[in-house]
């Protein structure tokens, strides 16, 4: 068999995955490069993204606190627990569930 029909000896071709045929591999580098800093822009970065716990946790958590700190600058809170503890070490005891206290269960 002839060789230029085995196509033995012949040059790489260098394709992606569409299809698109490239003249040299340097082109072909050059052309998945770009491809990978387009992705890149696209995706959000770790420190973008919010993670640790879920959003409504949070959201609620931060209710929860400005709530309790509504609640103990009124009068309603009793001067003896507010004197023992301060508004933030108050609200970190109905945080962590203090039954006694009205904290969660």
């Known amino acids: 068999m002839d060789a230029s029909v085995s196509g033995r ?3 790489t071709v260098y394709r992606d995955q ?3 045929k ?12 770009a491809e990978k800093k387009e992705k ?4 959000l970065t770790e420190g973008e ?5 879920g959003i409504k946790q949070k959201k609620e958590k931060k209710a929860m ?9 009124q009068a309603s809170v009793s001067p003896c ?5 301060s508004a933030s070490l108050y609200i970190k005891i109905i945080e962590a569930g203090r039954p006694g206290l009205g904290g969660r269960k």
Do not use: D, P, Q
């Open 22 to 33: 490239y003249a040299s591999r340097a082109e072909y580098l050059e052309a998945i490069n």
């Open 40 to 43: 890149e822009k696209k995706h």
């Open 18 to 20: 569409s299809g698109n």
């Open 65 to 73: 606190r400005e709530a309790m700190a509504a609640e103990v600058s």
């Open 81 to 85: 627990l507010y004197n023992m503890y």
């Open 49 to 53: 993204l919010e993670w640790g716990g």
């Open 9 to 11: 000896n012949a040059e």
